[in-house]
């Protein structure tokens, strides 16, 4: 899962990237750098994305940097970044990451060439 978010990770300035379940548990979390002793922004990030549940997109700004959140089918990635972060460019890398984390449509195999499944009626 690391390789979906690299382009996303190599965004300047960007802190951390956390994907969340529908159900808030963490499917994936990497940060480029250890947040600074005595602060962790695990369970402040998970409030803050269950506040956001039920928006599409957000773009929160702080004090010391951003909180992007985007609801995906996989639920709900975060993405933490820097007052120097390029925001045109961690959107365009968010629009080009989101088609990505759909999910994938099963493969029938040669069933689904051919127009389904054989008829019962055709081995008589």
């Known amino acids: 899962m690391r390789e979906l978010f690299r382009d996303l990770l190599e965004v ?6 956390t994907l969340f379940a529908p159900g808030g548990a963490v499917v994936f979390r990497e940060w480029r750098e250890p947040p600074p002793p005595g602060e962790s ?3 402040e990030l998970s409030l803050l994305t269950a506040a956001l549940a039920g ?18 089918p996989a639920g709900l990635l975060a993405v933490v970044a820097g007052l120097g972060a390029p925001l045109p460019l961690l959107r365009l890398q968010l629009d080009l990451l989101l088609p990505s ?3 994938r449509p099963r493969k029938r195999g040669l069933l689904g060439l051919f127009g389904g499944a054989p008829d019962a009626r055709a081995g008589r």
Do not use: N
């Open 12 to 17: 300047p300035d960007i802190r951390g990237v």
């Open 41 to 43: 922004p695990g369970e």
């Open 101 to 103: 984390l759909l999910p």
């Open 55 to 72: 928006y599409k997109e957000a773009d929160v700004a702080f004090r010391r940097g951003w909180l992007c959140a985007r609801e995906t």
